[in-house]
Nanobody, 123 residues
């Protein structure tokens, strides 16, 4: 499956953004999906995951502010980000995994990755 992330940009602290990850190739519904983020010099960090049965799981740092969702008809997964903070600044990556391990918070669990989209939150 090929993944294309989009929706990043510059936003002020307290603002909102919605990231999209469009999947092509195999049926989107066969995969669990995840969002990760990375700051230069740091390891890639788990943000949120969405199972094939629509369970969700979030990093503590984004719980209550971010929402992951999927649209099987559009083959797209979204990350709605509200109340953004400067520390949310990072390149955000979407990923897909075909096995059933849950809640899938480790990057090595994922088989496919999108190219990343930059989110910058100004103070």
């Amino acid at each position: 499956v090929q993944l294309q992330a989009s929706g990043g940009g510059l936003v002020q602290a307290g603002g909102s953004l919605r990231l999209s990850c469009a999947a092509s190739g195999r049926t989107f519904s066969r995969y669990a999906m995840g969002w990760f983020r990375q700051v230069p010099g740091k390891e890639r960090e788990f943000v949120a995951s969405l199972s094939r049965s629509s369970r969700t799981y979030y990093a503590d740092s984004v719980k209550g502010r971010f929402t992951i969702s999927g649209d099987n008809a559009e083959n797209t997964v979204y990350l709605e980000m509200n109340s953004l903070k400067p520390e949310d600044t990072a390149v955000y990556y979407c990923a897909a995994k075909s096995d059933l391990r849950w809640p899938a918070t480790y990057s090595y669990e994922y088989d496919y990755w999108g190219q990343g989209t930059l989110v910058t939150v100004s103070s």
